[in-house]
């Protein structure tokens, strides 16, 4: 079956301090990944997307590269803020007959401090 | 409306009672998805609605869960004679079409006691 594995948190950095966030997924067929943010008191938002291999996500400062052959989407950002404190999944789509389920990690904390 | 909408916010329910969810999808979206989302792990595919058609309903739990969608934009989520361990938060989801970004709720946390 499908599985999202990521990085278990809770993560915890000063502002300014570079930001990886490990995610490894198995798939049958060939998955789209996302990256999703839960900001406290939000609903989930999507950061970033890759759908074939090789690509990548960019968004806020946020970047995931698609490898096919390590199967992994890592997150980074360079240096994180205060304001990117938030639960962050990492999810992958097949799409496949009728079948058009999101299957997610279990979800990272980040919390920067100033 | 501007988001997903999801009604109630919290809902409290003693055992075996029947509750109901409620999401109302950004106007205009196709498709409509429910997820379920226990304490410390990550959303679960539930049932998605292509229009007013269940497309997918193969992560409903068991036959006490069962979701509508009459009118292919409102769908209600009904939980028949619940157990503590149906309590999680409950996420709805649309997108304007298949495959295209889909739009998170902020949720309806289900309780029960």
């Known amino acids: 079956g499908n599985s999202v594995t990521q990085m278990e948190g809770p993560v915890t950095l000063s502002e300014e301090a570079f930001l990886t966030i490990n995610c490894t997924y198995t798939?049958?067929?060939?998955?789209?990944l996302f990256w999703y943010v839960q900001y406290p008191g939000e609903g989930l938002q999507l950061l970033l997307k890759?759908?074939?291999?090789?690509d990548k996500g960019s968004n806020k400062g946020f970047e995931a590269t698609y490898r096919k052959e390590t199967t992994s989407f890592h997150l980074e950002k360079g240096s994180v803020q205060v304001s990117d404190s938030a639960v962050y999944f990492c999810a992958l789509l097949i799409s496949s007959g009728s079948a058009r389920q999101l299957t997610f990690g279990s979800g990272t904390q980040l919390t920067v401090l100033p | 409306g501007a988001g997903v909408s999801q009604t109630p916010s919290n809902k409290v329910t003693e055992k075996g009672k029947y509750v109901e969810l409620r999401c109302d999808p950004i106007s205009g979206h196709t498709a409509l998805y429910w997820y379920r989302q226990s304490l410390g792990q990550g959303p679960e595919f539930l049932i998605y609605f292509q229009g007013t058609g269940a497309a997918d309903d193969s992560g409903l739990p068991n036959d006490r869960f069962f979701a509508v969608r009459p009118e292919g934009s409102v769908s209600t989520l009904k939980i028949q004679r619940t157990e503590r361990g149906d309590s999680a938060v409950y996420l709805c989801?649309?997108?304007?079409?298949?495959?295209?970004?889909?739009?998170f709720g902020q949720g309806t946390r289900l309780t029960v006691v």
């Open positions: 989801a649309s997108s304007l079409q298949l495959n295209t970004e889909a739009f």
């Open positions: 890759a759908t074939k291999a090789d």
């Open positions: 798939a049958t067929g060939y998955p789209s």
